[in-house]
């Protein structure tokens, strides 16, 4: 245990920005949107949380829980949307880029289970609380994808970089 502590001690840190990526994320309008959707996703992701669990556990505010479902969904859509706008600003491609791919991974998982949420909503294909199941479970992997992009600011900054949004 304690070698492979000295291990990743003597790896060399690579940092998450080259000084230009930096730059463009410095100047970009794009960093001050996430930045500012981020937080707002959250406060809406926790209010929707808690209205999907009083309808699931008292079967009322049904109507309060799909709106805030779908609320917490448009907000997912816009922020991935110009997410992808700024990971072009920054590293010259849309997604994927080195430095975020697992977090861009879990975050085409974690928006094809709200789409599935929409889906199934609109379809009528399942019962209200197998949609707040679904949406429940759509809620878990935005939170892991969340963890995700707070471990990566944390590791920025810890870094030196400080960056708005990571």
């Known amino acids: 245990m304690e070698s492979k502590n000295r291990n990743k001690e003597n790896r060399p840190k690579i940092p998450l920005y080259t000084p230009e990526q930096r730059r463009r994320r410095d100047e970009s309008i794009w960093t001050t949107v996430q930045g500012v959707l981020a937080p707002l996703q959250?406060?809406?992701?926790?209010?929707?949380?808690?209205?999907?669990?009083?309808?699931?556990?008292?079967?009322?505010?049904?109507?309060?829980?799909?709106v805030s479902v779908v609320i917490k969904t448009i907000l997912l859509y816009a922020?991935?949307?110009?997410?992808?706008?700024?990971?072009?600003?920054?590293?010259?491609?849309?997604?994927?880029?080195?430095?975020?791919?697992?977090?861009?991974?879990?975050?085409?998982?974690?928006?094809?289970?709200?789409?599935?949420?929409?889906?199934?909503?609109?379809?009528?294909?399942?019962?209200?609380?197998?949609?707040?199941?679904?949406?429940?479970v759509a809620y878990a992997s935005y939170l892991i994808n969340a963890v995700q992009f707070l471990l990566k600011l944390r590791a920025a900054r810890l870094a030196g970089q400080s960056?708005?949004?990571a």
């Open 42 to 66: 959250f406060l809406v992701f926790l209010v929707s949380l808690v209205l999907v669990i009083r309808y699931l556990a008292t079967g009322q505010g049904e109507f309060a829980a799909t």
């Open 163 to 165: 960056p708005e949004v």
């Open 79 to 136: 922020i991935m949307i110009t997410g992808a706008i700024w990971e072009r600003e920054v590293f010259g491609r849309y997604l994927f880029a080195p430095v975020f791919f697992w977090e861009d991974v879990v975050s085409m998982l974690v928006m094809a289970l709200h789409t599935a949420y929409i889906v199934v909503l609109l379809t009528g294909w399942f019962d209200v609380t197998t949609q707040m199941l679904i949406a429940l």
